[in-house]
Nanobody, 122 residues
Framework: QVQLVESGGGLVQTGGSLRLSCAAS????????MGWFRQAPGKEREFVAA????????YYADSVKGRFTISRDNAKNSVSLQMNNLKPDDTAVYYC???????????????WGQGTQVTVSS
């Protein structure tokens, strides 16, 4: 089994920054991609960012490109999401996801974290 645990959510003002972290545990050898999704009240869950574990290539939704940065920590087997210049529209529960490829992560990931709340006040 693979377990994903998110941390780092909180309350910030518009223009502030947060750094989310997702730690993977268990048998993670088959997971070659990890990413982040978010879901706001009344809205569908949407893709935010993903990273290929093998190549390091990153992918971003247009709404966050230039503001958010996804990165990996091989030693800790974790992925982070640095969020800068936050906006009220970024308010959502953020979920970590993992699967065998970026394509699978972006569609129907096999593994999900429990989510962490990010609230941006105006």
């Amino acid at each position: 089994q693979v377990q994903l645990v998110e941390s780092g959510g909180g309350l910030v003002q518009t223009g502030g920054s947060l750094r989310l972290s997702c730690a993977a545990s268990g048998r993670t050898l088959s997971n070659n991609a990890m990413g982040w999704f978010r879901q706001a009240p009344g809205k569908e869950r949407e893709f935010v960012a993903a990273i290929s574990w093998s190549s390091g290539r990153t992918y971003y939704a247009d709404s966050v490109k230039g503001r958010f940065t996804i990165s990996r920590d091989n030693a800790k087997n974790s992925v982070s999401l640095q969020m800068n210049n936050l906006k009220p529209d970024d308010t959502a529960v953020y979920y970590c996801a993992a699967d065998a490829s970026v394509a699978r992560v972006r569609s129907t990931p096999s593994y999900w974290g429990q989510g962490t709340q990010v609230t941006v006040s105006s």
